[in-house]
């Protein structure tokens, strides 16, 4: 198991490179005077924060956002990406003031040689579907209902999600075994694609956080979750 230079790098998806952003710099600004750094560093990595959230925010949002908006998220997150590394290496990487255990939540772990056990999910997602046009539904998963942001259980793989399209006029599914469509995704936020010529169906859903590895660890099912696909 080793620390990575390279805390937050292109490869990570735009939801979770932001997601991993405020993890990061939170736990600089939380422990800098301990950790030795300055405070002009600081505020240089708080201000590059405070230009790409708005833009990542205005980026994701598919139904307001324009094709300059999209650009622009991407270049600062290119700029912010290599202003992260360089903090990294110059404050971080060989920092004896830091703890190994420290420099592992900032900077991401390797893959562990033996998986860590993990608990029971007990809980529930909490989801919000909404029909995109052309047959395609988006998925957002969160754990706390009234969060900002989709995320992810820290106990969890993925989401997977039961489904079936039901014809207007025409009962509702009465539990997940009713459903036999089944996708598993590895996001908190993804799509279904239901058929265009689906449009006026009812989409029928049922979630949960699941464990691929010990699927008797996943957790508990949602009620059926009701979408029109448009």
């Known amino acids: 198991m080793g620390i ?3 805390p937050l790098g292109t490869r990570l998806s735009n939801d979770n490179f932001y997601n991993a952003q405020v993890v990061y710099v939170n736990g600089v600004v939380t422990n800098a005077v301990a950790w030795g750094i300055s405070a002009p560093a600081v505020a240089a990595l708080v201000a590059r924060r405070a230009e790409y959230e708005p833009l990542y925010f205005k980026s994701q949002d598919k139904n307001t956002r324009t094709k300059n908006d999209v650009v622009a998220h991407r270049r600062c997150r290119k700029i912010y990406e290599k202003e992260l590394r360089d903090f990294h290496n110059e404050w971080i990487d060989g920092n004896s003031s830091i703890s190994a255990e420290q420099k592992l939540i900032l900077g991401g772990r390797e893959k562990d040689i033996e998986p860590t056990p993990r608990g029971k999910i007990e809980v529930v997602p ?4 909404k029909a995109l046009g052309g047959g395609v539904i988006e998925v957002r998963s969160q ?3 009234d969060a900002t942001r989709v995320s992810m259980h820290k106990l969890a793989d993925g989401i997977e999600c039961r489904w079936l399209l039901v014809p207007k006029g025409e ?3 009465e539990g997940q075994e009713d459903a036999k ?3 598993v995704s590895r996001k908190a936020r993804f799509t279904i694609d239901c058929g265009d010529k689906n449009a006026g169906d009812s989409f029928y859903g049922f979630f949960r956080w699941t ?3 010990v699927p008797a660890n996943s957790g508990l099912w949602t009620k059926a979750l009701r979408a029109v696909v448009a």
């Open 126 to 129: 909490y989801i919000f579907l």
């Open 4 to 6: 990575t230079t390279s």
């Open 171 to 173: 009962m509702p599914p």
């Open 181 to 183: 469509k089944t996708v």
């Open 143 to 145: 754990t706390e209902k």
């Open 211 to 213: 464990n691929t590895s």
